[in-house]
């Protein structure tokens, strides 16, 4: 039984964003040149190795990714109609690095490529999984899952303005080594 909307939209804003991740999930891959093409899109394997020392008080890692997802609304300035506009994962020409600082409850994000450091709040951290979320206010909500058994990623940045209500999602790896 469904909910009515007004009680859906005072869930946490990190639920309303893994309900789309959830939705983007089936079109995410992470090398299209070794996917296997499904029914709601591609598969690939992914194999990596477990994040050294994640689960300590304080922890720093690195995480990059060359393989990106977007999905939502756009409009064209000084046109009224707005549209649905979807990509599926694709490599990128530069990957995407970010180094990453655990203390305490925060995470400090460093995104490499505009040598900006954004503070994460952590939600979850254990051996299952770790949950990063930064709140940007009416310009949207940063969501960061790590898996510390074999260090994949995924980024969710989901951003409302003038011209789009979108999400951008990207995939990739985390590694206790440099990037």
């Known amino acids: 039984m469904h909910r009515p909307?007004?009680?859906?939209l005072k869930q946490p804003i990190y639920r309303l964003?893994?309900?789309i991740l959830f939705l983007a999930a089936p079109q995410l891959h992470v090398d299209p040149l070794q996917a296997e093409e499904t029914k709601n899109?591609?598969?690939a394997s992914f194999t990596g190795l477990?994040?050294?020392g994640i689960l300590e008080a304080s922890a720093t890692f690195n995480c990059s990714s060359d393989s990106a997802a977007t999905t939502g609304y756009h409009r064209e300035i000084?046109?009224?109609?707005?549209s649905l506009e979807s990509n599926t994962v694709k490599n990128q020409p530069a990957a995407a690095k970010y180094k990453i600082t655990m203390e305490g409850r925060y995470a400090f994000v460093t995104d490499q490529a505009l040598d900006r450091r954004d503070r994460f709040q952590?939600?979850?951290r254990s051996p299952n999984g770790i949950v990063l979320v930064r709140n940007r206010g009416s310009d949207g909500v940063s969501i960061m899952t790590i898996d510390p058994l074999n260090g994949s990623f995924v980024l969710a940045d989901s951003v409302?303005?003038?011209l789009s209500n979108r999400t951008n999602v990207w995939v990739g790896r985390c590694t206790s080594e440099p990037v």
């Not at 909307?5 to 859906?8: D, N, Q, T, W």
Request: proline residues 4%; glycine residues 12%; positive net charge.
């Open 122 to 124: 952590i939600t979850t």
């Open 41 to 43: 899109g591609y598969k």
């Open 50 to 52: 477990p994040l050294v």
């Open 160 to 162: 409302v303005h003038t």
């Open 5 to 8: 909307v007004a009680s859906r």
């Open 78 to 82: 000084g046109k009224a109609e707005v």
């Open 17 to 19: 964003v893994f309900g």
